[in-house]
Nanobody
Framework: QVQLAESGGGLVQAGDSLRLSCVASGFTFSNYAMGWFRQAPGKEREFVSAISWLDRKPSYADSVKGRFTISRDNAKNMVYLQMNSLKAEDTAVYYC??????????????????WGRGTQVTVSS
């Protein structure tokens, strides 16, 4: 079955960096757009970033553009989120997700097929 497992979260100070990783299994990873979402306490889950299946075209929420970088390694079934210049408002549980449909570019309106369990990122100000 499809499994997504995130890692790399933690407690950091404002201005620090973190790199989140997500390892995928149970499906043909290279055929699917992948995304990162986050959910802060008391808030709705929101889109952070996505990367398309073929040309690895990235997309970002305005709130993280210029600070976060998404990448993928199809040979390892991994997707990463490099987060720089972290702010207190980046504090959230971060979830890895796969698009529900193969061969798409992903993005803010992507239909999520599967979610990971999430990894906590806490940024102290």
């Amino acid at each position: 079955q499809v499994q997504l497992a995130e890692s790399g979260g933690g407690l950091v100070q404002a201005g620090d960096s973190l790199r989140l990783s997500c390892v995928a299994s149970g499906f043909t990873f290279s055929n699917y757009a992948m995304g990162w979402f986050r959910q802060a306490p008391g808030k709705e889950r929101e889109f952070v970033s996505a990367i398309s299946w073929l040309d690895r075209k990235p997309s970002y929420a305005d709130s993280v553009k210029g600070r976060f970088t998404i990448s993928r390694d199809n040979a390892k079934n991994m997707v990463y989120l490099q987060m720089n210049s972290l702010k207190a408002e980046d504090t959230a549980v971060y979830y890895c997700a796969t698009d529900a449909v193969p061969g798409t570019t992903g993005g803010p309106n992507m239909e999520v097929g599967y979610w990971g369990r999430g990894t906590q990122v806490t940024v102290s100000s």
